[in-house]
């Protein structure tokens, strides 16, 4: 102030002053100089305005504008602004920074069960914590909802420094996260799934983009069995792109008939075709042969595996009714996949019995594969909807059977007809002795409970063999056939009719 008084005659400005009774205020002050004929300063004018009043009504502006009502955490607009600085800054000093995309698991379940001041409390105490874990100079930020983001500053020159340093400070966080939480009455134990993406100016990155990274990075932590952390990786950016392009091709293939279905066929220890599964391929009209693998998961996570497996259903009993009218094949049954999404729809039990009503079909061809995470997904409803099927005459298979949770308090409540030792065991016979001691044990469970088991992936002779010693009698594996089209199919059929030979 006295400095610019010399230089100028005068100073402006925004002060602190104390009143009489001890109140702190802003005011704004002017002081200007007052000099005689000889230039000499003779007196100094000051002039100030209290200003107190637009002072806070600004702070509290500024409050709802740049940060959060129920964090207090920085909100999207001021991390824009300091991603923009960042982005500056970092033109000349080339630091690298890392943006950590933050989301909280099974959020919406914890408010849903709890209710939404629980989750406040929830994202309060996660905001805390999130604090808690970062340097002076970064920023944390709450998007809305359950999405946080931390913004790192300063992690170096070196892309591998800074990668390193955001990895370790996205790990504390993880850590941090997945502490106990204290949500008043209720104890809470949660998890955070991460996604990261180190930049910098010259990364030539928009804020856009670099906030996008982190999020995909963020959904591939999260597929990956989430609590966990992912950095974006360009190979992520290509898969979504890819995957965007399956989905619309998905969405044609059924108006195009693109779906046909497979058969593998599923024999006896004396050879016999007692029937088949049916396997979905698609017929790509540009990529050519596609297996489920590549596009069942995709149709359950948009939802098309509903029309998906409505058609795979009707095109099955459609076959079954084709084998009714042919003495070589009126005895086949044709095994059905079912996905999770597809039997917890609410007419599931009605779609099934129209099918099988259009199609006058024994409904006893007729077996659906089930998998232990749709009967985990929702027991009850899981249990009645079986029982009605079972009803109608309907016949069940437990698929991938002992891969999941196998237990066997839900074993015993489901009418199940049969169990299908899954695959990875089976190919570990004359491998791993711990997986030949589990199929013996799934076989001598099965007899216990009265049902049927089948192994599924029986490639070699040994294979067969150790499973016909220890009393498995039904087989499906490339041993025998592998999935192919009808056509195939019926000509296998008709090449291992029983021969008097055979039957001994
Ligand atoms: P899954 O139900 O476990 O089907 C068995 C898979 O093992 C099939 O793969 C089959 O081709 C393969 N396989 C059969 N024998 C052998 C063998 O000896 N060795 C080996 N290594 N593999 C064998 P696929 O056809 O690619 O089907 C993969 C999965 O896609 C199926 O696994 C099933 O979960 C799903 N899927 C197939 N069709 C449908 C469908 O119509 N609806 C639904 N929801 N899912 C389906
Ligand atoms: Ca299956
Ligand atoms: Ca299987």
């Given amino acids: 102030m006295w400095e610019s008084i010399k230089r100028t005659g005068g100073w402006k400005g925004e002060i602190w002053n104390q009143s009489k009774s001890g109140n702190i205020y802003p005011e704004y002050m002017r002081i200007t100089a007052v000099q005689d004929k000889n230039n000499l300063v003779t007196h100094y004018v000051s002039t100030s305005t209290d200003i107190g009043i637009t002072k806070s009504a600004l702070a509290e502006v500024e409050q709802l504008a740049f940060y ?110 997945s502490q106990p939480y204290q949500l008043g009455i209720h104890n809470y134990q949660g998890s955070s799934s991460i996604g990261a993406t180190v930049f910098n100016y010259a990364s030539g990155d928009k804020k856009n983009n670099i906030l996008r990274q982190a999020d995909i990075a963020m959904y591939v932590a999260k597929d990956s069995g989430r609590n966990a952390l992912r950095f974006f990786d360009p190979q992520m950016q290509i898969n979504i792109d890819a995957r965007v392009v399956l989905e619309a091709d998905l969405r044609l293939a059924l108006a195009e008939n693109q779906f046909e279905l497979y058969y593998q066929a599923q024999s006896t220890h004396e050879g016999r075709i007692v029937g088949a599964e049916a396997l979905i391929r698609w017929q790509h009209p540009r990529r050519g042969l596609i297996f489920p693998d590549a596009f069942i998961p995709l149709a359950e996570d948009v939802g098309l595996i509903i029309p998906i497996g409505r058609w795979v259903l009707q095109t099955a009993c459609t076959q079954l009714k084709i084998w009714a009218d042919n003495a070589h094949t009126q005895h086949l049954q044709l095994a059905v996949n079912v996905s999770v999404q597809q039997f917890h729809q609410a007419d599931f039990v009605t779609q099934v019995q129209q099918i099988l009503s259009n199609t006058a079909i024994n409904p ?141």
């Fill in 68 to 177: 959060d009502s129920l964090t207090k955490l920085s909100n999207r607009r001021l991390l824009w602004e300091r991603l923009k600085l960042i982005l500056t800054t970092s033109y000349h000093s080339n630091q690298k920074a890392a943006l950590l995309f933050i989301d909280i698991d099974h959020f919406k379940a914890l408010n849903d069960t709890l209710g939404h001041e629980i989750g406040d409390l929830l994202l309060q105490q996660v905001a805390q914590r999130l604090s808690s874990c970062v340097r002076e100079d970064d920023t944390v930020a709450r998007l809305g909802g359950d999405e946080f983001v931390v913004l790192l500053t300063n992690l170096g020159t070196r892309i591998r420094e800074a990668t390193m340093l955001a990895d370790v400070i996205g790990h504390e966080i993880l850590r941090v996260l």
């Fill in 364 to 504: 006893a061809r007729l077996k659906l594969e089930l998998t232990e995470s749709l009967v985990i997904d929702s027991v009850s409803d899981t249990v009645v909807k079986m029982h009605t099927l079972k009803e109608m005459g309907v016949r069940f298979s437990m698929d991938d059977f002992g891969t999941g949770f196998s237990s066997l308090n839900y074993l015993t409540r489901l009418p199940l007809d049969q169990l299908k030792i899954d695959k990875s065991f089976v190919q570990n016979i004359g491998v791993k002795p711990s997986d030949m001691m589990i199929i013996q044990t799934i076989i001598n469970l099965v007899h216990n409970l009265n049902m049927e088991v089948i192994a599924e992936g029986v490639e070699t002779e040994e294979q067969r063999a150790f499973l016909e010693d220890n009393n498995c009698l039904l087989y499906q594996g490339y041993l025998f056939s592998k999935p192919v089209p009808i056509a195939q199919f019926e000509a296998l059929v008709q090449k291992i009719e029983p021969t008097p030979e055979m039957n001994g």
